[in-house]
């Protein structure tokens, strides 16, 4: 059974830091790229980060470049979001997902991503 489980999530001041966690089961881990994606209340959700876990390659969109960073631990079948210099704009219930690796570059094409976990709640506080 593939089980993506999210954890880390929790309650900061602006300029806080919080790490996510990702702890994948039931795949074969190195095979997928991991993206985390986030979606506040009445908001689309939207692509954050990505990382392959063959490569450790990580990618980040505009608004968190800087900010956040992405890696793995493929012994333990984990990805994490280290988020720094948090802004209010970054309360969401934040998601990871897993794709095939089939690129030479991870991406944030939320339809692509095959499994999903059930979402973690960051709220910054202004």
């Known amino acids: 059974e593939v089980q993506l489980v999210e954890s880390g999530g929790g309650w900061t001041q602006a300029g806080g830091s919080l790490t996510l966690s990702c702890a994948a089961s039931g795949f074969t881990f190195d095979d997928y790229a991991i993206g985390w994606f986030r979606q506040a209340p009445g908001k689309k959700r939207e692509g954050v980060s990505c990382?392959?876990?063959?490569?450790?390659?990580?990618y980040y969109v505009d608004s968190v470049r800087g900010r956040f960073t992405i890696s793995s631990d493929n012994a333990k079948n984990t990805v994490y979001l280290q988020m720094n210099s948090l802004k209010s704009e970054d309360t969401a219930t934040y998601y990871c997902?897993?794709?095939?690796?089939?690129?030479?570059?991870?991406?944030?094409?939320?339809?692509?991503?095959?499994?999903w976990g059930q979402g973690t709640q960051v709220t910054v506080s202004s």
């Open positions: 997902a897993a794709v095939e690796d089939r690129y030479t570059a991870c991406h944030l094409w939320e339809d692509d991503y095959e499994y």
């Open positions: 990382i392959s876990a063959d490569t450790g390659k990580g």
